[in-house]
């Protein structure tokens, strides 16, 4: 089966990727294996980072993680799946993700994740701060609206907490 390629859309201010479920991630007991689930965190992480940089390509993921964290309620197999991704707080060099892997009727959890990055120079082998023009494409999205608004306050972006 295709995957799309990082296709997704906003819906109430989650980035939701639609994913079915392959063979490969199903381990023997006909589960998807709790490592995937990561797997899932990371398709979420990149498609919304790309829709809100506008990047395409490997060199265009400016981050490093540096914590991940994933609390399972319920098994996922072979079936068809959302995965939702926000941005949770901001730092000054670091961003949270927030995820959801649901089943595809929507309503059905079947994990929650959290990861936080760190913005990072490749090319220097440096972290780096965030831009007030990314913090403005993200609280664009906070309520679900467009990633280009200026507005300042939303939910999503709560000032200068500091993040590892």
């Known amino acids: 089966m295709n995957q799309p390629d990082f296709a997704g859309s906003w819906r109430d201010g989650w980035f939701v990727v639609p994913l079915h479920v392959l063979f490969r991630d199903v381990d023997a007991f006909g589960h998807v294996n709790n490592a995937v689930f990561f797997t899932y965190f990371e398709w979420g992480r990149t498609a919304i980072w790309f829709d809100l940089t506008g990047g395409k390509e490997i060199i265009d993921i400016g981050f490093i993680v540096a914590r ?3 609390d399972f309620r319920m098994q996922l197999g072979m079936e068809p799946i959302e995965i939702r991704t926000r941005i949770g707080s901001i730092g000054t060099t670091s961003i949270e993700f927030l995820s959801e892997i649901r089943k595809n009727n929507g309503n059905d959890v079947a994990a929650h994740g959290r990861v936080v990055v760190v913005l ?3 090319a220097r082998r440096s972290k780096i701060p965030v831009t007030d023009e990314l913090r403005r494409k993200v609280a664009g999205h906070a309520d679900g609206t ?18 590892p």
């Open 120 to 122: 990072y120079d490749w």
């Open 68 to 70: 991940a964290e994933c």
């Open 146 to 163: 467009s990633a280009d608004a200026s507005r300042s306050g939303a939910t999503a972006v709560r000032g200068d907490r500091r993040t």
